[in-house]
């Protein structure tokens, strides 16, 4: 898996490439955590490369969701496929997460 980061304003953008499963939900989290050990509490992960989600990845989601929230941080997704959508809204991750329809409605959600 290859995650791009891309720091717009004060908003870091993410877009994981791929499969986010038990194989690649470790690397996911290396590059989300990175982002916050660099002091950017502000994330959006753009998910319009991203073809599968297992329960990893969503762990991985909320863990970071989490830990953001305690630092007065944020996260937002967006540009998912109905696939993934669909694990988002079977799992109830859609009522936990901010998810929107495009990057920029994402970065003006965590601005």
Known sequence: ????????????M??????IDT?????????LNAVIAGGNKKIVVIF?????????????????G???????GCIALSDMADRILEV???SGFDKIL???T???EAKNAVA
């Open 23 to 31: 194989a690649s939900a470790g690397e996911f989290e290396k590059a």
């Open 102 to 104: 495009s990057a920029d």
């Open 1 to 12: 898996m290859e995650v791009e980061t891309k720091l717009m304003d004060s908003v870091t």
């Open 48 to 64: 319009a490369s991203v073809d599968y989600i297992s329960s990893a990845g969503l762990r991985v989601l909320l863990l970071v």
């Open 88 to 90: 988002f809204k079977i």
């Open 14 to 19: 993410l877009t994981p490439h791929g499969r």
């Open 98 to 100: 901010t998810i929107c």
């Open 66 to 72: 989490k830990r953001l929230k305690v630092t007065k």
